[in-house]
DNA sequence: CCTGGTACCTACTCGCGAGTAAGACTACTG
DNA sequence: CAGTAGTCTTACTCGCGAGTAGGTACCAGG
């Protein structure tokens, strides 16, 4: 990058999507400390005092980049989701909607699960924020569901363990990107609703033949 | 800290781990980039040189931390584990272990947990290392006792779910103190072992009675 | 062809933090 | 009461990276 002298001349609306790429790019690289302003202008194709004038300091940036990154996926998984069937496949479709967006976005989510829940910066805010909904979200659909009386508090922490499994199982994926999203899905669909009791003794869930 | 001039002349082990203890506890609030040897050097009571000359660089520093705890922790969920017994047993021991663990050194498992998911250090090989460890054995776990025949991907993804799960669980366990961390663990074993399918129909697991 | 406005640049300042040089204090050993 | 080994300090260097000053190229419309 870099390597020719001036840059082409474009609009500013244009310039802020590559430099918003290029910053995901190099933040999921290399993390948010790590990251420098200068790689992030040479890989964007332009000089440093133009990502202070479009976008601002470096923790705008970021902030920016994760707000962006995370609404994506948030609505991602907002758009899979079927809320008017029945429980456990309105998880299965949450489940597959989430790793098939990871899949599609793996710089996206580094950035979003990597980099901003180590710093604890200002954007922790936006990120835990942005956790605290899926959380939340699981956490209801568990209470809705569950016949047994079941407190908040319970709730709560099952949904962010839950929450926690995927996120571990993403990463793991980034290692084993051989595997198909659906395959992933589908264990830690079976992990979370059979429970190894029942995998141990052969008990698979399985989705509802196709409509 | 350091508000005398002169600190007590100690012999080296003594410092030692008074520095590891000090290091511990700023990088378990920073994290690895924002933690600077000069409050490192100041929560410990001594001058900074002292650190280079004891613990070597910051990267040794922090790798000498993070191979400590890790240790401290292996060591203390292998002895609470009892591999003689049933597979769901000795998941549940282990996780007894694991939340009694983390209980009692929050700022050890902060180190460990929060800086484990930052990639590109030369620490990373000893975290992903460690954890690896842990994925393994829970791998292990799964294959050994399981009936219907399950490839080896199948069992460490979902080790891999498993221990994100606990990891996060424990995450959220930090912002709600007030549980007893029997309590923490008793639903992390009823979620993974029974499965919100079970869970939602009411049955749920509980240890075998005291022998 | 000037006049402004917007995109874009080179070439700095400046503070912060990793790491060090050189020496001062303390305590034991003969 | 020297000598010396180990502890501990003040007071630096030096590079890196965030952020900026002060321009230059390019494209309107008059």
Request: charged letters at 25%; aromatic letters at 8%.
């Amino acid at each position: 990058m870099r390597t020719e002298g001036r840059a082409k001349r474009l609009p500013r609306a244009v310039r802020e999507r590559q430099i918003m790429d290029a910053a995901i790019d190099v933040f999921s690289r290399l993390g948010f400390h790590a990251a420098s302003m200068d790689e992030i202008s040479d890989v964007a194709g332009i000089s440093k005092p133009m990502l202070y004038a479009y976008l601002g300091s470096k923790e705008e940036l970021f902030a920016t980049c994760i707000r962006r990154e995370a609404t994506r996926m948030m609505e991602a998984i907002a758009t899979g989701v079927e809320p008017d069937q029945e429980p456990d496949v309105q998880l299965w479709s949450g489940l597959r909607a989430f790793f098939g967006f990871v899949g599609e976005n793996r710089a996206s989510w580094q950035v979003l699960h990597r980099q901003a829940s180590t710093q604890g910066g200002p954007f922790a805010v936006e990120l835990s924020d942005m956790r605290g909904r899926a959380v939340s979200l699981v956490a209801a659909l568990l209470t809705q569901s569950t016949k047994a009386p079941a407190t908040t508090l319970e709730a709560e922490s099952l949904a962010a363990a839950l929450v926690g499994a995927g996120e571990s199982l993403a990463e793991w994926w980034l290692d084993h990107p051989e595997e198909p999203a659906g395959v992933v899905a589908a264990r830690l669909m079976n992990l979370v609703w059979m429970g190894f009791g029942d995998l141990v003794d052969g008990n698979v869930w399985h989705p509802p033949s196709r409509r």
